[in-house]
């Protein structure tokens, strides 16, 4: 089993890839590298940062429009072009962009490394490639764009400057600051940052301690959901023991069990989980979300009045109702 896109629904956030409808681009593309080792080359050379771009050319429709819409205006590169080295790491299915890719074997390591679940997928790295900030699609064209990335860049040099210590006392002091970016951002699955995560988690600061733990439980959970076969008693038991945890793979499973529950006449648990939905911030403001979730309760609510009219209390056969 694996994450549907449900969040999409919630959310309202394209981010996983579909093959919609695109203007194809017509005005002069980035200097976009493909080699891993050169764009690092250049980005010492010239004291800029990668601004890496996992895509799928040639079936991913979001990647096209985020091309269409961003990546070849101009005025995307007067202001990136200053800061960044533009790297493509490519995962296409047809055979002549395939035999552009420079190294499969290093796109799917990096990809990996960086948790890239779909596509397109934008990270934001320091010249040794350690990932800072994480986005995708966005709307607006290149200017909003831009101020999306500034922001990114902005949260992020937290990060590198905790990556660029050496002094153990003042890692202490930025790793307060740079590890809720981390988390955030999703960074903590890349080797460089692994001691970091156990810093923080042998750390006599409870803040971070706890975040460590809320970490891990994710981890957990995005584990559970990722399985070829649900293990819905796992899956049900894991969010009652972690009632306050929030966010898109929390969404999925809530929604998922939430049905696997209904089925086998756990109504009441059915509903809570469903009403846990409600209350979590990635739906409170979607109008579809709500509506789709109000009406899966109505509809258990309705099954079990049904069901207690049709009921046969006396056993003679008839229902009562």
Not at 173 to 185: G, H, N, P, W, Y
Not at 188 to 202: I, M
Request: aromatic residues 8%; charged residues 30%.
């Amino acid at each position: 089993m694996t994450i549907f896109s449900l969040l999409l629904i919630l959310a309202g956030s394209p981010v996983l890839a579909g093959d919609e409808p695109v203007t194809e681009p017509t005005e002069q593309a980035l200097p976009w590298v493909m080699d891993i080792s050169v764009a690092r080359e250049m980005a010492s050379k010239e004291g800029k940062d990668i601004l890496i771009n996992f895509t799928g050319s040639d079936w991913c429709g979001w990647c096209k429009r985020l091309d269409a819409e961003v990546f070849v205006h101009p005025v995307f590169h007067e202001t990136a072009g200053k800061q960044y080295i533009y790297l493509y790491l490519d995962f296409p299915r047809g055979e002549e962009a395939m035999a552009k890719v420079i190294d499969e074997a290093l796109n799917n390591e990096n990809r990996d490394q960086m948790s890239v679940n779909g596509f397109p997928t934008i990270i934001l790295a320091d010249s040794q490639m350690r990932p800072y900030g994480r986005t995708g699609y966005q709307p607006g064209g290149p200017e909003k764009y831009l101020e999306h990335l500034a922001e990114l860049r902005t949260k992020g040099e937290k990060v590198k400057a905790l990556v660029s210590e050496e002094n153990d006392e003042q890692i202490q002091k930025l790793l307060v600051d740079a590890f809720s970016v981390m988390l955030e951002q999703d960074l903590l699955g890349h080797p460089a940052f692994s001691k970091f995560l156990e810093l923080a988690e042998k750390s006599d600061n409870p803040e971070l301690i706890q975040q460590v733990a809320d970490h891990r439980a994710r981890k957990k959970l995005i584990g559970l959901l990722n399985t070829r076969e649900a293990d819905f008693p796992a899956l049900t038991k894991f969010l009652q023991e972690n009632p306050k945890m929030q966010g898109g793979e929390v969404l999925n499973a809530l929604w998922m069990c939430s049905q696997w529950l209904a089925e086998n006449d756990r109504k009441e648990d059915a509903k809570g989980f469903l009403q846990r939905m409600l209350a979590d911030p990635l739906v409170q403001e979607n109008k579809d979300g709500i509506k789709m979730i109000e009406k899966a309760i109505h509809t258990i609510d309705h099954e079990t009045d049904d069901a207690e009219e049709g009921h046969d209390h006396d056993g003679d056969g008839i229902p009562d109702h």
